[in-house]
């Protein structure tokens, strides 16, 4: 992987980072639907825009299929799951369990894209989720109904990101559907989807300009920004590699807490933090070959 790559990786999780803290703001006040719905389109809006002074070729007719199940699985899934979990669990639980992607991913590569799962990956794979949970300090949650559901919410998002992922290689190998438009139809069809849930999910009262300022921060840069870098990233170095950026996500979302929050670092967070560089590290340098079957 090259050096650009890898600042792209840890630029993501900077800002995936701080998207666990602004659902916490953000999310009582305007609701779990309407903060998902608002967010994918917002961002679909953004890159829609983006795409057009670009003269990226969009494609509609040949590619809303892809387009809307990507929109789907990487957009309307994980932004209502992930926003309804941020009512009942901490941020930095949700960046952690977000972490099991690449878990996913790797299993749905070997399934999907005949990658071998090697030991090397394996090993870095297990030690960062064992390192963010360190980082976290898992168990510190209680058990309740409302908290496992929010959970089970967390791993449905998780692998849900995954199986987008492999959509996109898929889709975007030589000759495919260019990276850019697919963050772009995917995020506009995704908001699409979300438009009939909408007369459902007006909040109470008027949200404040800080939840709504949050919800901006998503769209634009948690989300429109972050796609546009991502998906080229899917198809330059694989789902396993890309989705690795998860490790890092709660390390930052720990960071921003702590300079903006003022909360503090322990030494957990600073065990944790080094095993999961240590995993990102394994991940990386990883092969990438294909399994190789025989004919009989």
């Known amino acids: 992987m090259s050096s650009a790559d890898l600042a792209k990786l840890v630029f993501l999780s900077a800002i995936w980072g701080g998207s666990f803290i602004f659902l916490r ?12 719905a608002l967010r994918t389109g917002l961002a679909g809006l953004a890159l829609m825009a983006f795409a057009l002074m670009t003269g990226v070729q969009m494609n509609w007719r040949s590619n809303a299929k892809p387009f809307a199940i990507v929109g789907l699985f990487a957009g ?69 109904p409302s908290t496992l559901l929010a959970i089970a919410a967390c791993l449905v998002s998780a692998a849900s990101y995954a199986l987008s992922s492999i959509i996109v290689q898929k889709t975007g190998r030589p ?26 999910t007006l909040p109470p009262a008027m949200p404040s300009v800080t939840a709504l300022a949050c919800i901006a921060a998503m769209s634009l840069l948690s989300s429109g920004l972050a796609q546009a870098l991502f998906i080229p990233l899917i198809v330059k170095v694989g789902p396993t590699r890309a989705m690795s950026v998860s490790f890092l996500i709660p390390l930052f979302s720990m960071l921003w807490a702590f300079i903006f929050l003022h909360e503090s670092v322990g030494m957990s967070t600073l065990v944790g933090g080094v095993i999961v560089l240590v995993a990102m590290g394994l991940v990386l340098t990883s092969s990438r070959s294909p399994v190789h079957t025989q004919e009989a």
Request: with cysteine; net charge neutral; hydrophobic share 60%.
């Open 175 to 200: 000759g495919g559907i260019h990276p850019i438009a697919m963050a772009t139809g995917s995020l506009a069809l995704g908001g699409l989807m979300m438009v009939p849930a909408l007369p459902f």
């Open 76 to 144: 309307v899934i994980p932004f209502t799951c992930f926003s309804f979990a941020a009512l009942y669990i901490p941020a930095a639980h949700s960046a952690v369990l977000n972490a099991t992607a690449p878990l996913f991913g790797a299993i749905f590569s070997v399934i999907w894209l005949s990658e071998r799962l090697t030991i090397r990956k394996l090993t870095g794979l297990v030690l960062g989720v064992v390192g963010v949970g360190i980082l976290v300090g898992v168990g510190t949650v209680a058990m309740t």
């Open 25 to 36: 703001i953000a999310v009582p006040e305007t609701g779990p639907l309407l903060t998902a």
